[in-house]
């Protein structure tokens, strides 16, 4: 466990500082998901599985197809289609997918040396809430500051 969180660590670390120097912002999008994906399993090592699938459904899913909705409605025009086309080589996908393979072994790894057999619990609203406004009430708070960021970020870029 304590070699999947250094690694998922690393990646994260990476991965952030990737977004922070990419000058394309679709490349620093993907990085962004990696990033965020990263969080979500030391989250997940951490103890915190419901923390780790907010993280991964909220901001990795539904953050970056915002985003990804705010890139498209600039629409920049032909140019910058042409060189969106010339940024689809292998070598952009190379290191995102070496440390999402990584990732994703370990994940795997961790998932294989388990004992018991995972079965899906059936999870009422109280316990939910109990959980995110008890243990879990850092990260819900700073889930609302991301989102925040996100919908200033994505009102600024819309705004002509």
Do not use: C
Request: net charge negative; no cysteine.
């Amino acid at each position: 466990m304590m070699l999947l969180f250094y690694l998922a660590a690393a990646i994260a670390v990476i991965s952030t500082a990737a977004v922070i120097v990419q000058t394309n912002i679709v490349h620093a999008l993907i990085y962004l998901i990696l990033s965020l994906l990263a969080v979500a399993v030391i989250f997940y090592v951490l103890g915190a599985p419901f923390a780790a699938l907010l993280e991964a459904i909220v901001y990795a899913g539904a953050i970056m197809v915002l985003f990804l909705f705010v890139i498209m409605m600039l629409n920049l025009g032909q140019h910058t289609r042409d060189e969106e086309r010339s940024w689809m080589t292998m070598q952009v996908w190379i290191a995102p997918s070496i440390m999402a393979a990584i990732l994703l072994a370990q994940l795997v790894n961790v998932l294989s040396q388990y004992d018991q057999e995972l079965t899906p619990v059936r999870v009422g609203v109280l316990e939910v809430s109990a959980l995110l406004f008890g243990p879990y009430v850092l990260a819900v708070e700073l889930a609302s500051i991301l989102l925040l960021a996100g919908l200033v970020s994505a009102y600024h870029l819309a705004k002509k």
